[in-house]
């Protein structure tokens, strides 16, 4: 079964640091696109961070956001975002997801159900 699944959303203040890790089974990771999602209400959903995995290595990796940094770890077949200095306008459902070949991150393949990070005082 395909899967990925996200995990380390929550609530944090402003200011604050998040994690949010990855997990794909299944599949992996090598040779896909993997790049990280939110959407918050009402508005469409924007791409966050992106990176392009192959035979393990990354081969090319880019963020929309300057305080958000995508990483992975090969053996755990697991990407991360990490998240600092936090805002509110930050809050929103994060998602993973993966395309298969993709040169770049569409979000064609496999999704991940979520993860909510909310930033507030």
């Known amino acids: 079964q395909v899967q990925l699944v996200e995990s380390g959303g929550g609530l944090v203040q402003p200011g604050g640091s998040l994690r949010l890790s990855c997990a794909a089974s299944?599949?992996?990771?090598?040779?896909?696109?993997i790049g990280w999602f939110r959407q918050a209400p009402g508005k469409e959903r924007e791409g966050v961070s992106c990176m392009i995995i192959y035979d393990g290595s990354v081969y090319y990796a880019d963020s929309v956001k300057g305080r958000f940094t995508i990483s992975i770890n090969n053996a755990k077949n697991t990407v991360y975002l990490q998240m600092n200095n936090l805002k509110p306008e930050d809050t929103a459902v994060y998602y993973c997801?993966?395309?298969?070949?993709?040169?770049?991150?569409?979000?064609?393949?496999?999704w991940g159900k979520g993860t909510q990070v909310t930033v507030s005082s």
């Open positions: 997801a993966a395309d298969k070949y993709g040169s770049r991150c569409l979000g064609r393949d496999y």
């Open positions: 299944g599949f992996t990771l090598e040779h896909h696109a």
